[in-house]
């Protein structure tokens, strides 16, 4: 099983946090009781649900206990240990007692299994008139994921990398349909972002706290050193600096839903 680092995944803080902004800027919510922010993480944008409605009662939810300590620091924000599709099903106490006024996702739903299938019981959770918000990245095919994959792939890596978590989405139109087929209002759309990134190996960097990390976290320390030399180099070759800083593209798909 692998774990989360808060700060490795801060770095680049400012870049994770826009899609989440655009995505909760759609959802319109006036004073909602309770907002639930599943895969929440550290809760630095948690905080931005707080702070936009300081009435309601706000509640991360992640996996990693690491994440949810932190989460649990954040002014305004309450958070809990719980598996997303444990939440939704009512498989953990950790489950809201009562529907939920907003449920947001963003940048979670990838990392669970079939996540299409669990959409409907994750819209049963928000109480009728309640709105659901949900991101993910479209980017599996670049570079940056790619470049993982095949390498991990290889003999001497594929013992330790063979069934380690990989991420996967949809495109936004089976999104909307998937959630329309429910009953509810849909609001679907990407966005392609071009982050200008620096420093030395910057898209490692990126990816090393989020996508990467699972095959990263299954080999032994030899061979996660000579793999990370070889990944480095498979990047800086995708991504070269021109001069004005790296270029990732970042592919994001959005669904805003209200019942």
């Not at 919510?29 to 809760?43: N, W």
């Not at 990245?137 to 594929?158: C, K, M």
């Not at 991504?239 to 970042?250: I, N, S, T």
Request: with cysteine.
């Amino acid at each position: 099983m692998h774990t989360w680092d808060p700060d490795r995944y801060l770095t680049y803080a400012d870049e994770r946090g826009r899609p989440f902004v655009e995505l909760v800027a759609r959802v319109g919510a006036e004073a909602p009781r309770t907002v639930v922010d599943l895969g929440c993480g550290p809760g630095n944008l948690t905080r931005l649900l707080a702070l936009r409605w300081p009435e309601a009662e706000v509640v991360g939810v992640d996996s990693s206990e690491d994440m949810v300590a932190r989460a649990s620091r954040v002014e305004g924000v309450s958070a809990q240990v719980a598996d997303i599709r444990e939440w939704a099903t009512g498989a953990t106490a950790a489950g809201p007692a009562a529907p939920v006024d907003v449920l947001v996702s963003n940048a979670a739903l990838q990392w669970v299994p079939d996540h299409l299938e669990l959409l409907p019981a994750l819209l049963d959770r928000v109480a009728p008139g309640g709105w659901f918000a949900m991101q993910v990245p479209g980017n599996f095919q670049e570079p940056s994921h790619t470049i993982r994959r095949d390498l991990a792939a290889e003999p001497e890596y594929a013992a330790y990398t063979s069934g380690v978590a990989v991420p996967s989405s949809h495109d936004p139109a089976t999104y909307l349909e998937t959630i329309a087929a429910q009953g509810w209002q849909v609001d679907a759309w990407e966005t392609t972002y071009l982050h200008v990134l620096h420093g030395p190996d910057p898209v490692f960097a990126w990816v090393s706290g989020t996508g990467a990390r699972p095959a990263l976290q299954a080999l032994p320390a030899d061979l996660r050193a000579r793999f990370e030399e070889e990944f480095r180099r498979r990047l800086r070759e995708a991504y070269p600096d021109r001069g004005h800083g790296v270029v990732l593209p970042f592919r994001r798909v959005f669904a805003v839903a209200h019942r």
